[in-house]
T-cell receptor
Framework: QQKVQQSPESLIVPEGAMTSLNCTFS??????FAWYRQHSGKAPKALMS????GEKEEGRFTIHLNKASLHFSLHIRDSQPSDSALYLC??????????????FGKGTKFSLIP | NSKVIQTPRYLVKGQGQKAKMRCIPEKGHPVVFWYQQNKNNEFKFLIN????????QIDMTEKRFSAECPSNSPCSLEIQSSEAGDSALYLC????????????FGPGTRLTVL
């Protein structure tokens, strides 16, 4: 059964900082990798996804995947107050056909120093 | 913004009572998922549908949990005899079919079993 683990559990950074969130998975057959963000009391919302080794950048966010290491990460630069949220990594075995379920990590609580 | 609608937002039940929650997926999304997010932010996949047909479900779902997605009506998830351990946020997500289809989540129904 797929195991997905995230680190760190929580992260507090100053505004404007660059930071990284990590996710490891156990099933080497995994093909779809995503980061979701969940603000308190709100629905999780997909932030970025990736399907092949390498990295993808969208604005202040970069996702990096290394399938051989069973690891992917989310890098956030120029952290903003609106980034404070629970960040969840998610993995599925099928390439996002829409019918396959996601396995989530337990999340990283990310917040900015007030 | 996601247009997945979940009702009610909050549900309080006594142990042994039935608990029923509903979900209206985004228009044009034939695939619906139900996940359970507990107080430790652990997600558990429960069941998913393509149109009215069950695609996948876990063993727990087969016993006290029942779900359906009738045509022209909201999808629903019902717990036949609630237990304290069922207290959680129940999230509904929908997606299109096709490779790399993103899952869009609703805000969830928070169930508290006293």
């Amino acid at each position: 059964q797929q195991k997905v683990q995230q680190s760190p559990e929580s992260l507090i950074v100053p505004e404007g900082a660059m930071t990284s969130l990590n996710c490891t998975f156990s099933d080497s057959a995994s093909q779809y990798f995503a980061w979701y963000r969940q603000h308190s009391g709100k629905a999780p919302k997909a932030l970025m996804s990736i399907f092949s080794n390498g990295e993808k950048e969208e604005g202040r966010f970069t996702i990096h995947l290394n399938k051989a290491s069973l690891h992917f990460s989310l890098h956030i630069r120029d952290s903003q107050p609106s980034d404070s949220a629970l960040y969840l990594c998610a993995v599925s075995l099928l390439p996002g056909t829409g019918s396959n379920r996601l396995t989530f990590g337990k999340g990283t609580k990310f917040s900015l120093i007030p | 913004n996601s247009k997945v609608i979940q009702t009610p937002r909050y549900l309080v039940k006594g142990q042994g009572q039935k608990a029923k929650m509903r979900c209206i997926p985004e228009k044009g999304h034939p695939v619906v998922f139900w996940y359970q997010q507990n107080k430790n932010n652990e997600f558990k996949f429960l069941i998913n549908f393509q149109n009215q047909e069950v695609l996948q479900q876990i063993d727990m779902t087969e016993k006290r949990f029942s779900a359906e997605c009738p045509s022209n009506s909201p999808c629903s998830l019902e717990i036949q005899s609630s237990e304290a351990g069922d207290s959680a946020l129940y999230l509904c997500a929908s997606s299109r079919l096709g490779v790399y289809a993103e899952q869009f989540f609703g805000p969830g129904t928070r169930l508290t079993v006293l």
